[in-house]
Every structure is written in structure tokens, then in C-alpha cells.
């Protein structure tokens, strides 16, 4: 067998993890080694309990390695060591590297701009509006959106940056071919063909809830800046953010509401000297680039256009608060406000309450 799939093996073996493969890297040189070891060797370590000693001794069958390998083929599913060209350069400067990733589509480019976006699960509709923008804009400019596709703020990241037209990646605390939860089934399959489904974690192995912290460390190490829209005071985002902090990346946040505890885990990141974010340029600008120019600052605005249009926010305003802000009747708001929609200037978060469309 290749060297590759003796990496496949061992990252495949089940209990065994990170902690047990650099253990077992300290007694023998490859995983080579390990799997020609014979029961004496095991028998010295220490270290490593009995059980899985066992589960490495019982899962050394070539056949078995061979015909498991060729099922990823099968599968549209790819296996890469952290000893093989192309496995993602920034990953190995985690000091808890995985050995081997899984992943279907493709693996984020080294040498463009990573950019993770994450949050709460149970966030507010302003916080899935700002991440669905923020990873529109940045994918628009060339930028690889990193998030975890759970619910909340990271599928709203997956799905801004699809419509984005750029590239964005998923890193799962499952198997690779495990869509969890299931009803972004939609948003994972798009996502194999504009960007990628990432786990270190082989076929078939469940989202078990001591499986996410780890999966952070991927999120972080692939990325160059974090950006965390939306977190309680205990939320998993801010685990990954520290982590990123100790890697040496990039930490972003939205400002929320002194009283919303929705965005305590933000505010506290500012004042800890994360960079405080409320557009995208903002981040842009870190990095120097700019944002392309979009095709709706060509079209010129009358006079009611700018008075309605300076008068919303991302926090979406009823129809008649507009109106008692710019002191005109309804009568007159309604037709601005429809050309602005048509411009693709504002939208409406929902009946009757519009936002800006940045």
C-alpha cells in the first residue's frame, strides 16, 4: 500500500484520534510502521489504553484498507494526508494538525484570501441578514467564505456567498458525506461544485455534539480572519474565535446592542480588541482590496429617493416609521420606496418593512 492510504487507515480507525495518532508517532516513524507493528510493540506503549490498541490491531486488513479507499472514489470523495502536495498549508500550523482531511468539491486555495464567518445558531433575522451580505460582498471580491453549515449565521454565510459567485467551504463535525442538519441539503450540494465539504472525519460517522469543538480548529486554521456576527456570552463562535486568536488571525465583529444578549459574546470580542465591523469594506480595506464597484452606484437618485433611502438601516423599518422619519405621507413613500427596490437599493425583510440591500 501507498503511504497515503496508510494515513487513510489510521485516520480511519474507529476511536482513534489526534491525541492517540501523535502518541503513536512518538514510538514509530510512519504509519507504516504501525500497521506492520507486531502485539509486543503495542504491548509496550503506555500510553494508550488497551482498548485501542485493540481497535488498531483488529483493523489491519489490506483488503479491507483497499476496498474502503476506493469507495470515497466511488463516492466523489477525497482523501489527502498532511504529508501530500495540496493538503492546506495553513492547517499545518495547527499545533493539533489533523493527519488527514476528507473532503468533496475542492480545498480552499492557499493563495487567495479565507475569510470564516460565524455565529449563533438561534441568531435574529438581522444577524442572518448580515451574514448573507457580508459573504455575498466578500465573495464577490475573490474571498473564500469558511463556516460550519449549521443553522443560524453559517448557512446564511454558505448561502450569501453562493449568490456571491465565489467559493465557499463547510467544515463539518461529521463525516464528510453526512449533510447535518439535513435541511441545508440544498446549500451543501451547491456547494461541491463552488467550494467545498471538509471533515477530518471518514464516511458514515455521526455529528456526535464533542465532535464541533474540534471541527473549530479547522475553521479557524483555514481561514485568515474570523468574522463572528452574532454571539451569546457562551456561544461555540467565541471558541473559535479564541482559537483564532492563539493561531494568529484576523478577529472580527459586529457591534450589537448593549442589552441583547444575542450580541454580548461580539461586544465583549471588541473589547478584548477585536476589530469592530458594520460593512464589509471595512474587512476589505484590512487586506487591501477594494470593493468591486457595484452597478447600482451608476444610477442617480432624486431628491425623495435620498431623503427614504438615508432613512433606513439594516434593522428592517416599518412603512410608517419611514414616513414620521422623512415627514412625507404614505401616499408619496410608497412609489420611492418601490424604486428603490427596483434600483436594488432597498428590499423588503418583510411585508411592508424594508432594509438597505447593501
Same mark, same amino acid.
Given at each position: 500500500?501507498?503511504?497515503?492510504?496508510?494515513?487513510?487507515?489510521?485516520?480511519?480507525?474507529?476511536?482513534?484520534?489526534?491525541?492517540?495518532?501523535?502518541?503513536?508517532?512518538?514510538?514509530?516513524?510512519?504509519?507504516?510502521?504501525?500497521?506492520?507493528?507486531?502485539?509486543?510493540?503495542?504491548?509496550?506503549?503506555?500510553?494508550?489504553?488497551?482498548?485501542?490498541?485493540?481497535?488498531?490491531?483488529?483493523?489491519?486488513?489490506?483488503?479491507?484498507?483497499?476496498?474502503?479507499?476506493?469507495?470515497?472514489?466511488?463516492?466523489?470523495?477525497?482523501?489527502?494526508?498532511?504529508?501530500?502536495?495540496?493538503?492546506?498549508?495553513?492547517?499545518?500550523?495547527?499545533?493539533?494538525?489533523?493527519?488527514?482531511?476528507?473532503?468533496?468539491?475542492?480545498?480552499?486555495?492557499?493563495?487567495?484570501?479565507?475569510?470564516?464567518?460565524?455565529?449563533?445558531?438561534?441568531?435574529?433575522?438581522?444577524?442572518?441578514?448580515?451574514?448573507?451580505?457580508?459573504?455575498?460582498?466578500?465573495?464577490?471580491?475573490?474571498?473564500?467564505?469558511?463556516?460550519?453549515? *449549521? =443553522?443560524?449565521?453559517?448557512?446564511?454565510?454558505?448561502?450569501?456567498? /453562493?449568490?456571491? +459567485?465565489? #467559493?465557499? $467551504?463547510?467544515?463539518? @463535525?461529521?463525516?464528510?458525506?453526512?449533510?447535518?442538519?439535513?435541511?441545508?441539503?440544498?446549500?451543501?450540494?451547491?456547494?461541491?461544485?463552488?467550494?467545498?465539504?471538509?471533515?477530518?472525519?471518514?464516511?458514515?460517522?455521526?455529528?456526535?455534539?464533542?465532535?464541533?469543538?474540534?471541527?473549530?480548529?479547522?475553521?479557524?486554521?483555514?481561514?485568515?480572519?474570523?468574522?463572528?456576527?452574532?454571539?451569546? *456570552? =457562551?456561544?461555540?463562535?467565541?471558541?473559535?474565535?479564541?482559537?483564532? /486568536?492563539?493561531? +494568529?488571525? #484576523?478577529? $472580527?465583529?459586529?457591534? @450589537?446592542?448593549?442589552?441583547?444578549?444575542?450580541?454580548?459574546?461580539?461586544?465583549?470580542?471588541?473589547?478584548?480588541?477585536?476589530?469592530?465591523?458594520?460593512?464589509?469594506?471595512?474587512?476589505?480595506?484590512?487586506?487591501?482590496?477594494?470593493?468591486?464597484?457595484?452597478?447600482?452606484?451608476?444610477?442617480?437618485?432624486?431628491?425623495?429617493?435620498?431623503?427614504?433611502?438615508?432613512?433606513?438601516?439594516?434593522?428592517?423599518?416599518?412603512?410608517?416609521?419611514?414616513?414620521?422619519?422623512?415627514? /412625507?405621507?404614505?401616499?408619496?413613500?410608497?412609489?420611492?420606496?418601490?424604486?428603490?427596490?427596483?434600483?436594488?437599493?432597498?428590499?423588503?425583510?418583510?411585508?411592508?418593512?424594508?432594509?438597505?440591500?447593501?
Amino acid at each position: 500500500m501507498s503511504m497515503e492510504l496508510y494515513w487513510f487507515w489510521l485516520c480511519m480507525v474507529p476511536g482513534i484520534g489526534i491525541k492517540t495518532i501523535d502518541k503513536l508517532m512518538r514510538y514509530f516513524n510512519t504509519p507504516r510502521d504501525v500497521f506492520d507493528a507486531d502485539r509486543q510493540q503495542f504491548e509496550r506503549i503506555q500510553d494508550i489504553d488497551n482498548a485501542k490498541k485493540l481497535a488498531i490491531l483488529n483493523s489491519r486488513d489490506r483488503y479491507i484498507v483497499e476496498r474502503d479507499y476506493h469507495k470515497l472514489a466511488e463516492r466523489n470523495i477525497h482523501f489527502i494526508s498532511y504529508e501530500t502536495s495540496g493538503f492546506p498549508r495553513k492547517l499545518t500550523h495547527l499545533p493539533d494538525m489533523p493527519k488527514g482531511i476528507f473532503y468533496q468539491g475542492k480545498l480552499p486555495k492557499d493563495d487567495q484570501l479565507s475569510i470564516a464567518i460565524i455565529g449563533a445558531r438561534n441568531c435574529t433575522s438581522y444577524g442572518r441578514e448580515l451574514a448573507g451580505d457580508f459573504a455575498k460582498q466578500l465573495a464577490a471580491n475573490d474571498i473564500q467564505v469558511i463556516s460550519g453549515l *449549521a =443553522r443560524g449565521i453559517d448557512i446564511s454565510a454558505h448561502r450569501g456567498a /453562493l449568490l456571491g +459567485g465565489g #467559493d465557499t $467551504f463547510g467544515v463539518l @463535525g461529521c463525516g464528510v458525506n453526512v449533510c447535518y442538519p439535513r435541511e441545508h441539503i440544498e446549500v451543501f450540494e451547491s456547494m461541491k461544485s463552488a467550494g467545498g465539504i471538509i471533515s477530518e472525519y471518514g464516511m458514515g460517522v455521526s455529528p456526535d455534539a464533542w465532535r464541533f469543538p474540534m471541527r473549530n480548529r479547522i475553521i479557524s486554521g483555514l481561514s485568515d480572519g474570523i468574522f463572528i456576527v452574532e454571539a451569546g *456570552a =457562551r456561544s461555540g463562535a467565541l471558541i473559535t474565535a479564541y482559537m483564532g /486568536l492563539e493561531q +494568529g488571525k #484576523d478577529i $472580527f465583529a459586529l457591534p @450589537g446592542r448593549a442589552m441583547d444578549a444575542s450580541s454580548e459574546g461580539c461586544n465583549d470580542l471588541i473589547k478584548a480588541g477585536a476589530k469592530m465591523v458594520t460593512e464589509p469594506g471595512e474587512i476589505l480595506e484590512e487586506y487591501h482590496t477594494k470593493i468591486k464597484k457595484n452597478k447600482k452606484s451608476k444610477i442617480r437618485l432624486d431628491k425623495f429617493e435620498k431623503l427614504v433611502y438615508s432613512s433606513l438601516c439594516l434593522i428592517p423599518k416599518n412603512i410608517d416609521e419611514v414616513a414620521d422619519d422623512v415627514k /412625507l405621507d404614505i401616499s408619496q413613500i410608497i412609489p420611492v420606496l418601490l424604486s428603490l427596490e427596483l434600483k436594488g437599493y432597498v428590499k423588503q425583510a418583510a411585508r411592508n418593512h424594508y432594509i438597505i440591500n447593501i
